[in-house]
């Protein structure tokens, strides 16, 4: 039975082969790219399963191919792992806002590379795996079997992750969940990253489903532990 396939767009060729052995070693398959033009190229001839991504490109760098992925349909939902010899949250926050799942600072351990990359399959594969199920509330409607999010009748665009998380939020409604949890359940428990990442995507979906996001009337924020999706909103008519 094949295994998945994972595209790696890296330019330094040493941590190209490190990454590409391991990730055999693994079992999966890897095909690997020095350059964003050429991942593009590619890309739109073959689909893989995940994407990693390294910002600091020659020519067209991560985030600009991390945009492009998103802006294709094939490819828009792709899972993303950027790779980042940058620790500011800035560059994180960033990656994370332009659709990527996930993001490892270099350096960074062959074993934490794995856990996050089997982490991310893992949450696909479950997803993948429920029975078929409409989850509505207002004007709000989730189609977990097609993976759609639709607000007021209109299709949203919402990478893996966004996704997961307005489920599970809609699925809880009225109920705080705290971002640990959040990342638990989410992310996975393989999962290395900071509370930070889960209140970049929780940003991210109030730009998408709140008339104001300033002032949002779905999901709502609980200072100190989480947030809510508030089961007593009311649509505007």
């Known amino acids: 039975m094949s295994r998945e396939l994972i595209f790696v767009v890296e330019d330094e060729k040493h941590i190209l082969q490190l990454i590409k052995y391991n ?26 399963d995940l ?16 945009r492009q992925v998103k802006q294709f349909p094939s490819t828009k939902n792709l899972p993303v792992i950027m790779l980042t010899a940058k620790g500011d949250e800035f560059d994180k926050v960033l990656g994370l806002e332009l659709g990527a799942d996930d993001y490892i600072t270099k350096p960074f351990s062959v074993r934490e590379l794995l856990a996050r990359i089997k982490a991310l399959f893992r949450r696909i594969n479950t997803s993948s795996a429920e029975d078929s199920e409409i989850v509505k509330h207002d004007g709000i409607i989730i189609d977990t079997t097609r993976r759609e999010v639709y607000k007021d009748g209109e299709l949203i665009d919402m990478p893996l992750k966004e996704f997961e998380l307005i489920k599970m939020l809609v699925k809880n409604k009225g109920k705080v969940l705290s971002r640990d949890i959040l990342l638990e359940k989410i992310w996975g428990f393989d999962y290395y990253g900071e509370t930070r ?17 300033s002032a949002p009337q779905y ?17 505007v008519v």
């Open 51 to 66: 994407i990693m991504l390294d910002i600091m490109l020659p020519g067209m760098d991560g985030y600009e191919v991390c």
């Open 219 to 235: 999901i709502e924020t609980v200072r100190g532990i989480g947030y809510r999706f508030n089961d007593k909103a009311r649509q």
């Open 23 to 48: 990730l055999e070693a693994a079992g999966y398959r890897v095909t690997t790219f020095e350059s964003g033009e050429s991942f593009l190229n590619e890309v739109k001839n073959t689909v893989p």
């Open 197 to 213: 990442t889960v209140d970049v995507h929780i940003r991210y979906l109030r730009q998408k489903i709140e008339s104001d996001p």
